[in-house]
C-alpha cells in the first residue's frame, strides 16, 4: 500500500497549483481520501483540508481552504488531486495525501482516522 504526492512547487500569491496523490496496492475507488498540512516549524494539523470518498463523492473541506480548494479523484489512474486556487502565503505548508479503507474517515477528516500516508510535497506561496 502506497502513496506518492506530486506537484508541489513555488507560487505566487492568488497563484494556483495541483497536487497529485497516486495510490497503488488497494482498491482506491473504495477508499477514503484525505489531504493534510503540515506548515514550517509546526505540527500536522489534525484535521484536514480536504477529503473525499470515493463510494458516493462526499467531500469535506476545513474553512481554511472552503471555496479556494477543490479535492477530486481519477479511479482508473488510481489518482487523487488537490486543485488549490487564490494561494496566499499562509497555504505555504508540507502537503500529505492519506487513504483509509473506512469511508467514516472522509467523513469526519481527521489525521487519525488514516492509516495509509504519503511521504509529502512542498507548497511555498510568496507574497
Known amino acids: 500500500v502506497q502513496l506518492v504526492e506530486s506537484g508541489g512547487g513555488l507560487v505566487q500569491a492568488g497563484g494556483s497549483l495541483t497536487l497529485s496523490c497516486v495510490a497503488s496496492g488497494f482498491p482506491f475507488d473504495t477508499y477514503a481520501i484525505g489531504w493534510f498540512r503540515q506548515a514550517p516549524g509546526k505540527g500536522r494539523e489534525n484535521e484536514g483540508i480536504a477529503c473525499f470518498v470515493s463510494s458516493d463523492g462526499g467531500t469535506h473541506y476545513s474553512d481554511s481552504v472552503k471555496g479556494r480548494f477543490t479535492i477530486s479523484s481519477d479511479n482508473a489512474k488510481n489518482t487523487a488531486y488537490l486543485q488549490m486556487n487564490s494561494l496566499k502565503p499562509e497555504d505555504t505548508a508540507t502537503y500529505y495525501c492519506?487513504?483509509?479503507?473506512?469511508?467514516?474517515?472522509?467523513?469526519?477528516?481527521?489525521?487519525?482516522?488514516?492509516?495509509?500516508w504519503g511521504q509529502g510535497t512542498q507548497v511555498t506561496v510568496s507574497q
Open positions: 492519506a487513504a483509509d479503507h473506512a469511508i467514516v474517515a472522509g467523513r469526519i477528516c481527521r489525521a487519525q482516522a488514516f492509516d495509509t
